[in-house]
């Protein structure tokens, strides 16, 4: 009998064993910036802010957004450089401007391997860009240096 009694110690030492060296399926999961934390729920040690911000850029797609603004703001600053001192005649004046015009009927639509898209209303606009295309070109790289565009193909929506 002593025998059997030190068997289901053993048996029961080596359960506790196992218990202690599993993880249990209630542990929190690992933090998504990679914080460690104790058992009081208190950082290990504190990451610095230029670690974490890519993550939280990326995450909430705000490096997205940003660029995005920045090559609306070139395209209105590139409207503005072609068509922002015209010369105004009689007929003209009662005309609306072309470059209130250009920039309410005109929208970028996508940048990808060097070519910036432009969406036009309609066909008359297209054409009337397709004459300043390479004026609008020499402006968006000015004013844009780092991202290399090109090529500016003007479609209409």
Not at 77 to 87: M, N
């Amino acid at each position: 009998m002593k025998k059997s009694n030190s068997s289901t110690t053993a048996a029961s030492s080596s359960a506790k064993k196992r218990r202690a060296t599993s993880k249990s399926p209630f542990a929190t999961p690992p933090h998504p910036l990679g914080y460690n934390f104790i058992p009081e729920g208190r950082p290990l040690r504190a990451s610095s802010f230029a670690s974490i911000l890519p993550s939280v850029i990326s995450k909430y797609g705000l490096g997205r957004k940003l660029g995005v603004e920045r090559f609306q703001a070139a395209w209105r600053d590139a409207l503005v450089s072609v068509f922002g001192v015209a010369e105004l005649d009689e007929f003209a004046a009662a005309l609306p401007d072309k470059l209130t015009l250009f920039a309410q009927h005109t929208r970028l639509s996508s940048f990808r391997g060097g070519v910036l898209r432009v969406e036009v209303a309609s066909n008359l606009l297209y054409q009337e860009l397709q004459f300043h295309v390479a004026d609008l070109l020499r402006a968006l790289c000015a004013r844009l240096p780092d991202e290399k565009i090109q090529q500016l193909k003007i479609v209409v929506r």
